[in-house]
């Protein structure tokens, strides 16, 4: 079946400083939201990126 208006988001740690989301993502107070995916076939695929820089004090970090 078909998913209808998916709606993708991802909140940033307050330490990360948001550089750039592909796909057309936005960041407004601290996550960034991609636009709605309107008609979602089973078996479609997609991935979005962010690209933040991390402060210099601090430590690696990795999330699915």
Sequence with gaps: S??????TFDSLPTNLTFVA???????SNNVVR????T???KGFVTN???TVT???NGRA????
């Design 21 to 27: 989301a592909s796909s057309g993502g936005v960041l």
């Design 48 to 50: 979005y990126t962010i």
């Design 54 to 56: 991390t402060p210099t």
């Design 61 to 64: 970090m990795t999330r699915p």
């Design 34 to 37: 991609w636009p709605t995916v």
């Design 2 to 7: 078909t998913a209808s208006n998916v709606v």
């Design 39 to 41: 008609n979602f076939a």
